[in-house]
């Protein structure tokens, strides 16, 4: 089932509410179809004997490689041909046997939970890659010299390790995303070993480290599905950055929707690459959080994809940011006709910008409900991007908590 039409409804951490339409098309019939293996259409194959659970997949076209992240082993295949061993060289990362017998003893299953499953597999720099692993529920990172495709090791012959908690999830199972921006990893996932605190997480490169307020819920068991990295600043010529964005696409609980239990609403957030954090309680949080709903569904009765699977984002050149479309992958949490019914809803640019400066909710502290703001918005706008950072985002995370502070 195919859907064109969509609304972006905004809301905030502070949280917003617009509602858009775009362009409706209910012509679904594919425009190019291929049987499996066609002959203009050629299958290439890679599998290895005893390998599990492909959980990463990173294609570069600096070097021309899929390098492949799965369980406790990494692969380089050449794009050349990915399926001639000759090209292709693997690395194994294996969970030292303490680490796993820690992960049973802490009640995970042995053969499935307490292993090292490759969940994030990033380009660090020109030369290097990012990756990191669930570690037997021990998220660590490391280093990969891509020229030669090894961990890159101390000079006692250990591997480099950092810790990935925040970075990378413990549970295999868990749906996170991570995107490197500039030498800075941008990662949505969970913080802690149960699994229960979410987190947006900035961490590596220079600045300090940023992440999500637990206490006030900005995050409600989300399902992150990807992310991405807007270079604004691009055409501007601007080195520094500080207009770029990093958008996160997840599904979450809807509690702001109190008049339905179990509601699960599609987000877009957002937070900005110049973000330095806040003052006092925003000490090393963001000050430039923000997310709205995407909303999709069909165009006669309006019934709700609720559920973003995935989010393709396509910016037609690196300067034209604006031009930017998002296409969504939803399903829906209730049953229509055949079961199983999925759709696809692109959201334009424009129509999230306009979410993320229209109208907001904010949520109160203590009762943890959302609330329209009816009042004049404060300048700085909550959320908002500074490009003069230095004196107008002190000024803005001034208002921030002052604005948390009213909601005391
Ligand atoms: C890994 O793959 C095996 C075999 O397909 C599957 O049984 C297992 O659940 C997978 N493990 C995880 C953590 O996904
Ligand atoms: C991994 O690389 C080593 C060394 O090049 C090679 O001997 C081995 O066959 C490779 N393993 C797989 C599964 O390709
Ligand atoms: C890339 O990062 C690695 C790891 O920090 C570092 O050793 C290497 O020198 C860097 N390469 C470049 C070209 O900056
Ligand atoms: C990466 O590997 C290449 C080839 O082995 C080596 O020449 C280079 O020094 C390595 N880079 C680092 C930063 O270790």
Redo the contacts with the bound molecule.
């Keep these: 089932m195919g859907v064109a039409l969509l609304w972006l409804q905004a809301l905030t951490v502070l949280l917003v509410s617009v509602v858009r339409t775009a362009a409706t098309e209910n012509d679904v019939t594919p425009r190019l179809t291929f049987p499996y293996n066609a002959k203009e259409r050629a299958t290439r194959h890679f599998s ?1 004997p005893g ?1 599990l659970n492909f959980t990463s997949l990173l294609l570069s076209k600096e070097d021309n490689m899929l390098y492949l992240g799965a369980r406790e082993a990494l692969f380089a295949l050449d794009l050349a041909d990915i399926t001639t ?1 000759r090209l ?3 690395i194994t990362w294996n969970t030292p046997a303490s680490k796993r017998d820690e992960c049973s003893f802490k009640g995970k299953d042995l053969q499935k939970d307490c292993f090292n499953y490759i969940k994030i597999l990033l380009r660090y720099n020109s030369t290097h890659l990012y990756v990191c692993g669930t570690y037997a529920f021990s998220p660590t990172c490391a280093y990969i010299n891509a020229t030669d495709f090894s961990l890159v090791r101390g000079s006692g012959g250990e591997i480099v390790t950092e810790d990935g908690r925040s970075r990378c999830p413990f549970n295999p199972e868990y749906k996170s995303t991570a995107i490197m921006a500039d030498g800075e990893l941008y990662a949505g996932t969970v913080s802690n070993f149960q699994g229960n605190e979410p987190i947006i997480y900035k961490s590596l490169g220079h600045g300090t480290a940023l992440k999500t307020e637990n206490s006030l819920n900005w995050l409600q068991e989300p399902s992150f599905v990807g992310s991405a990295y807007i270079q604004e600043s691009l055409p501007k010529g601007n080195p520094v950055g500080d207009d770029d964005k990093i958008y996160f696409f997840f599904s979450e609980a809807g509690k702001e929707f109190d008049f339905f239990d179990n509601t699960i609403v599609s987000r877009i957030a957002r937070v900005c690459k110049g973000d330095k954090g806040g003052e006092r309680v925003l000490q090393k949080k963001w000050t430039t959080f923000l997310k709205a709903q995407l909303l999709c569904s069909l165009p006669d009765d309006g019934f709700p994809f609720n559920i973003i699977q995935d989010m393709f984002v396509l910016t037609p050149h690196p300067e034209d940011w604006r031009n930017t479309v998002f296409y969504g992958v939803f399903t829906s949490q209730w049953y229509k006709g055949a079961s199983g019914s999925s759709a696809v809803c692109s959201f334009t640019m424009d129509q999230v910008e306009k979410a993320f400066s229209g109208r907001y909710r904010e949520v109160n502290r203590d009762t943890q409900q959302w609330y329209t703001y009816n009042h004049p918005v404060p300048e700085p706008r909550p959320g908002a991007v500074s490009s003069r950072v230095h004196t107008s985002l002190a000024k803005h995370t001034q208002r921030v908590s002052e604005y948390l502070r009213r909601g005391q």
């Design positions: 290895v390998l061993p292709q060289r693997n």
